[in-house]
């Protein structure tokens, strides 16, 4: 038995040794393991006194005679008398006992009361709750809120950067209002933006060359393999840029080596963009000014890239890459972004070579960025795409990819205002874009080749901390380690279940059904009040406008139910075998009780520890960034365990756990990712004003259900130490109460209507379309009115006014999305578009194949209407390629997509966008090549081209409707998205 308790402990102190020395040793800090052998081995064994208690032997198999049981009742009683009466003691430790049988039952009375008192105060909890929720809204605030402070021009001198002057370029911007492609007040930016570098290259420093290049682009294709635009074609033609390029005089290589800084100046048609991207042009503009005067002294040369057909698909990026002369010099590629107003600036994307996020967390003043939204941005969660994309599948380049995220709710709505700016949100950015770009600037190690080749194992795991530190490691330096710290718990556990037997895996298992329990319960409970939402609120999502109410609709039944969920299996783990009363020591009924309540939570304890294993062995077998999260929550809390649970503990009966063991067990956590959950779960919200991509396509609920799952979720992941404490509090009868005061109440201040759902800033996106229909054997015209967030609109209609039907038979097929739910009125509909308008579809010749191949060919002439703004479909169930020309006839002008690999998008549709300038064409010849007959599907109710053309233009009945929508709701615009008069045709296919 004695040599089971020093092999025991000496397997904990090489566990943690091993883990400590792997660390050390990577970092060639050697010394620091040295230090830490010597103070646990010093202080930690001296800590350990072997006091022979039977409870303690783990094992089930050892007895232990009555002679050791007495032997530990006076080794007891001893301690105790010397506590109390020193002199008594040490006298009668040399005499015999008078009565062992009454010392027996003293020391009964005594091991009682050692033990009996399990209760933790429940002040005591409700204060370290206190304490938690305060620390984690401190680090989100510092992390995302602290701002630095703006500068105006004399106080950053001429190569410093400042926002005040960039604010004078985002309100000049802005001022021109909407600027979407081939629109006039886009025409203005462009002259306002031409004019602002122009002034930049007569005030550059005289060693600094600065060459000016207002490019319009032919026209050209975009394929994405990715994203929001896989299965499409993405055609534009005469948009315009202007490309600034800075450099040294007298550095010969740097025109050959150049460093992209990319943003858009167009916005959609329902915003002037103050943050998406008028924010980013500002800077760009203020940092050009900056590096002309500093450049004298780089190595390689820095583009400024203002595009133009960003928001119709990228298209900017693609024709600068694959049309501008400088294109083939660039070697790193920077793009910014806004997915809302002002705020911090952070990296969302990096790599794939490591080069860029390395020397920026190097340089940056306030670095700022988390793995995590990469991996959420590339897996698809978020539907949304950015000219990174390009400048990595197309032209090969590593780089950074920066987004403004405050205030996403208001992303490509009216609420899109300059007054939302945060201020210092100019100035976080342009500080450190301003020291990333002198640093790589001067560097002569920026990559000159291709750097997409770059191996899994070199891709960068990064995360910042309290937006002050960057933290910055390599996949297979995270993988050494991740693989560490799995092999090593996976052995600790395995000898823990060796040595305790059955019921130390009775417990192990029951610590999983409890995690599990939990995150069911917890689950259950939001999802719960998910449902409920939408049957006593107006709309489905009432927390729009008030985010901060999701604390009581979600987070309140989320840790009510991982409360339940651990209750369920802290009564469980009392009543399983325990291997403390191995040795069939006789204990009364309620230090039996007692000492199972302790043990019980203990193992709820190490219940987070087995979440956080399984977590970090997945993210580890699928080279996921976020990974890091996993070990975060893993390792500080167990070594906070070990160390003072275990380590520094004296051999004995279990005592309730130390809030000391929670307070170091969260710090580290806290600190590094409370800040991430938090600005994660408030984007999610923000998101859900434009969740339904085809609206009322998905249920009222869904929304709801998918917030209700993430918060309960990460309730259910993170809480799991803190609630394990709650078991043995007498607070936890009034915790459940006050949880379930504060769900009811919540829910009644929902069904009463006294907070609204959207407001004047945070408003409902919706879109007031006027329709007129060709697809039909009848022509029709409507005004269409639909929204992206989820719910009915009955009320906007009846506050509109103007003859309204609203219900799911209204669908309406725009060819990029389809309408399912919407509000449809014919009033006046027949006035205010010209015929002229009108797009025209039709077959110009068709021919058979040669020899036995009996398939179509079929030429289809197609003329717009003047819209330079178009969306086709092509059913590629019957047509198995195509190709598209400009002009009326066939072989008239240039080809735009010629003949090879066509991919399909959703149900079978191939979809070709189409957006230019005022010189875009507006007559196309379509050449289809029908599949063969056993391979086609013919679908005589299903056209085989289907054609949505857009004009920028307010009717007078739209502008009627838009006077009367209610302020709380907002044109919403994307790139699928219809302007405010639309035109559908199609060709039905014909045998």
């Given at each position: 038995?004695?040599?089971?308790?020093?092999?025991?402990?000496?397997?904990?102190?090489?566990?943690?040794?091993?883990?400590?020395?792997?660390?050390?040793?990577?970092?060639?800090?050697?010394?620091?393991?040295?230090?830490?052998?010597?103070?646990?081995?010093?202080?930690?064994?001296?800590?350990?006194?072997?006091?022979?208690?039977?409870?303690?032997?783990?094992?089930?198999?050892?007895?232990?005679?009555?002679k050791t049981q007495q032997l530990a009742r006076n080794q007891l009683t001893l301690s105790t008398m010397r506590k109390r009466h020193p002199k008594a003691a040490s006298d009668s430790s040399s005499e015999p006992s008078s009565s062992t049988h009454q010392t027996d039952n003293n020391n009964d009375v005594l091991l009682d009361k050692k033990v009996v008192d399990v209760r933790r105060s429940g002040k005591t909890w409700f204060s370290v709750l206190i304490l938690i929720i305060y620390s984690s809204w401190a680090?989100?605030?510092?992390?995302?809120?602290?701002?630095?402070?703006?500068?105006?021009?004399?106080?950053?001198?001429?190569?410093?950067?400042?926002?005040?002057?960039?604010?004078?370029?985002?309100?000049?911007?802005?001022?021109?209002?909407?600027?979407?492609?081939?629109?006039?007040?886009?025409?203005?930016?462009?002259?306002?933006?031409?004019?602002?570098?122009?002034?930049?290259?007569?005030?550059?420093?005289?060693?600094?060359?600065?060459?000016?290049?207002?490019?319009?682009?032919?026209?050209?294709?975009?394929?994405?393999?990715?994203?929001?635009?896989?299965?499409?074609?993405?055609?534009?033609?005469?948009?315009?840029?202007?490309?600034?390029?800075?450099?040294?005089?007298?550095?010969?290589?740097?025109?050959?080596?150049?460093?992209?800084?990319?943003?858009?100046?167009?916005?959609?048609?329902?915003?002037?963009?103050?943050?998406?991207?008028?924010?980013?042009?500002?800077?760009?503009?203020?940092?050009?000014?900056?590096?002309?005067?500093?450049?004298?002294?780089?190595?390689?040369?820095?583009?400024?890239?203002?595009?133009?057909?960003?928001?119709?698909?990228?298209?900017?990026?693609?024709?600068?890459?694959?049309?501008?002369?400088?294109?083939?010099?660039?070697?790193?590629?920077?793009?910014?972004?806004?997915?809302?107003?002002?705020?911090?600036?952070?990296?969302?994307?990096?790599?794939?070579?490591?080069?860029?996020?390395?020397?920026?967390?190097?340089?940056?003043?306030?670095?700022?960025?988390?793995?995590?939204?990469?991996?959420?941005?590339?897996?698809?969660?978020?539907?949304?795409?950015?000219?990174?994309?390009?400048?990595?599948?197309?032209?090969?380049?590593?780089?950074?990819?920066?987004?403004?995220?405050?205030?996403?709710?208001?992303?490509?709505?009216?609420?899109?205002?300059?007054?939302?700016?945060?201020?210092?949100?100019?100035?976080?950015?342009?500080?450190?874009?301003?020291?990333?770009?002198?640093?790589?600037?001067?560097?002569?190690?920026?990559?000159?080749?291709?750097?997409?080749?770059?191996?899994?194992?070199?891709?960068?795991?990064?995360?910042?901390?309290?937006?002050?530190?960057?933290?910055?490691?390599?996949?297979?330096?995270?993988?050494?380690?991740?693989?560490?710290?799995?092999?090593?718990?996976?052995?600790?556990?395995?000898?823990?279940?060796?040595?305790?037997?059955?019921?130390?895996?009775?417990?192990?298992?029951?610590?999983?059904?409890?995690?599990?329990?939990?995150?069911?319960?917890?689950?259950?409970?939001?999802?719960?009040?998910?449902?409920?939402?939408?049957?006593?609120?107006?709309?489905?999502?009432?927390?729009?406008?008030?985010?901060?109410?999701?604390?009581?609709?979600?987070?309140?039944?989320?840790?009510?139910?991982?409360?339940?969920?651990?209750?369920?299996?802290?009564?469980?783990?009392?009543?399983?075998?325990?291997?403390?009363?191995?040795?069939?020591?006789?204990?009364?009924?309620?230090?039996?009780?007692?000492?199972?309540?302790?043990?019980?939570?203990?193992?709820?304890?190490?219940?987070?520890?087995?979440?956080?294993?399984?977590?970090?062995?997945?993210?580890?077998?699928?080279?996921?960034?976020?990974?890091?999260?996993?070990?975060?929550?893993?390792?500080?809390?167990?070594?906070?365990?070990?160390?003072?649970?275990?380590?520094?503990?004296?051999?004995?009966?279990?005592?309730?756990?130390?809030?000391a063991t929670l307070a170091i067990s969260l710090a580290v956590p806290i600190l590094v990712s409370a800040g991430g959950f938090i600005r994660l779960a408030g984007t999610l919200i923000g998101m859900l004003i434009r969740f339904d991509r085809n609206p009322g396509g998905t249920p009222e609920w869904l929304g709801n259900v998918v917030v209700a799952v993430v918060i309960a979720t990460f309730v259910s992941l993170t809480m799991v130490y803190l609630l394990a404490y709650i078991h043995l509090s007498g607070s936890?009868?009034?915790?459940?109460?006050?949880?379930?005061?504060?769900?009811?109440?919540?829910?009644?201040?929902?069904?009463?209507?006294?907070?609204?759902?959207?407001?004047?800033?945070?408003?409902?996106?919706?879109?007031?379309?006027?329709?007129?229909?060709?697809?039909?054997?009848?022509?029709?015209?409507?005004?269409?009115?639909?929204?992206?967030?989820?719910?009915?609109?009955?009320?906007?209609?009846?506050?509109?006014?103007?003859?309204?039907?609203?219900?799911?038979?209204?669908?309406?097929?725009?060819?990029?999305?389809?309408?399912?739910?919407?509000?449809?009125?014919?009033?006046?509909?027949?006035?205010?578009?010209?015929?002229?308008?009108?797009?025209?579809?039709?077959?110009?010749?068709?021919?058979?194949?040669?020899?036995?191949?009996?398939?179509?060919?079929?030429?289809?002439?197609?003329?717009?209407?003047?819209?330079?703004?178009?969306?086709?479909?092509?059913?590629?169930?019957?047509?198995?390629?195509?190709?598209?020309?400009?002009?009326?006839?066939?072989?008239?002008?240039?080809?735009?997509?010629?003949?090879?690999?066509?991919?399909?998008?959703?149900?079978?549709?191939?979809?070709?966008?189409?957006?230019?300038?005022?010189?875009?064409?507006?007559?196309?010849?379509?050449?289809?090549?029908?599949?063969?007959?056993?391979?086609?599907?013919?679908?005589?109710?299903?056209?085989?081209?289907?054609?949505?053309?857009?004009?920028?233009?307010?009717?007078?009945?739209?502008?009627?409707?838009?006077?009367?929508?209610?302020?709380?709701?907002?044109?919403?615009?994307?790139?699928?998205?219809?302007?405010?008069?639309?035109?559908?045709?199609?060709?039905?296919?014909?045998?």
């Open positions: 038995m004695y040599l089971y308790y020093y092999l025991r402990i000496d397997f904990v102190y090489l566990s943690y040794y091993y883990f400590i020395y792997l660390l050390c040793s990577c970092n060639n800090f050697s010394w620091l393991f040295c230090l830490l052998f010597t103070f646990v081995v010093v202080f930690g064994k001296k800590s350990h006194r072997l006091v022979l208690l039977p409870s303690l032997v783990p094992s089930g198999k050892e007895v232990i005679n009555n680090v989100y605030n510092h992390q995302h809120g602290n701002l630095p402070r703006p500068l105006t021009a004399k106080q950053a001198g001429k190569r410093g950067f400042s926002e005040i002057q960039a604010m004078k370029h985002v309100a000049a911007l802005t001022q021109f209002g909407p600027h979407p492609v081939s629109s006039d007040a886009l025409v203005h930016a462009l002259e306002y933006v031409l004019g602002e570098v122009e002034k930049v290259k007569e005030t550059a420093h005289f060693d600094v060359d600065v060459n000016v290049d207002f490019f319009e682009s032919k026209s050209g294709v975009n394929r994405l393999v990715g994203g929001l635009f896989k299965g499409k074609s993405l055609v534009y033609s005469d948009i315009s840029h202007i490309v600034v390029r800075i450099m040294p005089k007298y550095e010969s290589e740097a025109g050959e080596n150049a460093i992209l800084v990319s943003s858009h100046i167009d916005t959609v048609f329902s915003t002037g963009g103050a943050g998406d991207c008028s924010s980013c042009v500002a800077v760009m503009l203020e940092l050009a000014r900056s590096v002309s005067q500093s450049a004298h002294g780089f190595k390689n040369s820095v583009i400024f890239l203002f595009n133009t057909g960003e928001e119709e698909g990228l298209n900017g990026a693609h024709s600068f890459i694959t049309q501008h002369p400088w294109s083939s010099t660039v070697r790193l590629a920077v793009d910014l972004e806004a997915m809302g107003a002002g705020g911090k600036s952070a990296i969302f994307q990096a790599g794939p070579s490591p080069w860029a996020i390395e020397n920026f967390a190097l340089a940056a003043k306030y670095p700022s960025g988390q793995i995590m939204g990469q991996d959420l941005f590339t897996s698809g969660v978020i539907k949304s795409a950015t000219d990174f994309q390009v400048y990595k599948e197309v032209a090969g380049l590593s780089g950074l990819d920066f987004a403004f995220a405050d205030n996403t709710a208001v992303y490509h709505t009216k609420n899109d205002k300059i007054e939302l700016i945060k201020p210092g949100s100019l100035q976080h950015l342009g500080e450190n874009m301003l020291a990333f770009l002198i640093r790589v600037g001067s560097s002569s190690d920026l990559p000159k080749d291709k750097t997409l080749q770059t191996s899994s194992s070199d891709a960068a795991i990064y995360f910042d901390i309290l937006g002050k530190y960057m933290v910055v490691y390599r996949q297979n330096f995270a993988t050494m380690m991740y693989v560490s710290v799995i092999m090593q718990s996976m052995l600790i556990w395995v000898m823990s279940c060796l040595m305790g037997g059955y019921p130390a895996l009775v417990s192990v298992m029951l610590s999983c059904l409890s995690f599990i329990l939990a995150w069911i319960f917890s689950v259950a409970f939001s999802v719960a009040v998910a449902f409920i939402l939408p049957w006593i609120s107006s709309s489905p999502v009432p927390y729009a406008s008030y985010p901060l109410m999701t604390i009581g609709l979600f987070v309140s039944p989320a840790v009510l139910g991982s409360i339940s969920g651990q209750h369920l299996a802290f009564s469980f783990l009392r009543k399983k075998p325990s291997n403390r009363n191995s040795n069939n020591m006789e204990l009364s009924p309620r230090l039996r009780d007692n000492l199972a309540k302790l043990e019980a939570e203990r193992w709820l304890f190490k219940a987070g520890f087995i979440q956080w294993f399984v977590l970090l062995v997945f993210g580890t077998y699928y080279k996921l960034g976020s990974t890091y999260l996993a070990l975060v929550w893993l390792v500080p809390p167990a070594f906070s365990y070990g160390l003072l649970e275990a380590t520094l503990t004296p051999i004995r009966f279990p005592k309730p756990l130390k809030l936890k009868r009034s915790i459940v109460t006050a949880l379930c005061i504060i769900t009811a109440l919540s829910l009644a201040l929902v069904a009463s209507g006294f907070l609204p759902a959207f407001t004047e800033d945070t408003a409902r996106a919706v879109n007031v379309v006027h329709v007129v229909d060709t697809s039909g054997e009848e022509q029709a015209s409507f005004i269409s009115l639909f929204s992206n967030t989820p719910g009915n609109l009955n009320v906007e209609a009846e506050q509109i006014k103007e003859g309204f039907r609203c219900g799911r038979d209204n669908k309406v097929d725009f060819v990029s999305f389809e309408t399912k739910y919407s509000c449809v009125s014919k009033k006046d509909a027949e006035v205010g578009w010209d015929k002229s308008d009108v797009p025209v579809l039709r077959v110009v010749n068709e021919e058979k194949g040669r020899g036995d191949d009996e398939r179509r060919i079929i030429a289809v002439s197609m003329e717009t209407g003047g819209s330079s703004r178009w969306i086709l479909g092509i059913d590629m169930e019957v047509v198995e390629d195509f190709t598209l020309q400009v002009g009326e006839e066939e072989g008239d002008e240039e080809l735009m997509i010629g003949r090879g690999e066509k991919s399909s998008g959703q149900e079978g549709w191939h979809q070709i966008q189409f957006s230019g300038g005022k010189k875009a064409p507006t007559k196309f010849v379509l050449k289809l090549y029908e599949k063969k007959g056993d391979e086609r599907k013919k679908k005589m109710q299903r056209p085989v081209l289907k054609l949505r053309t857009d004009f920028d233009r307010i009717t007078p009945q739209v502008q009627r409707v838009l006077e009367r929508l209610p302020t709380y709701c907002s044109q919403f615009g994307k790139s699928t998205s219809p302007f405010t008069l639309a035109f559908l045709a199609s060709l039905p296919y014909t045998k």
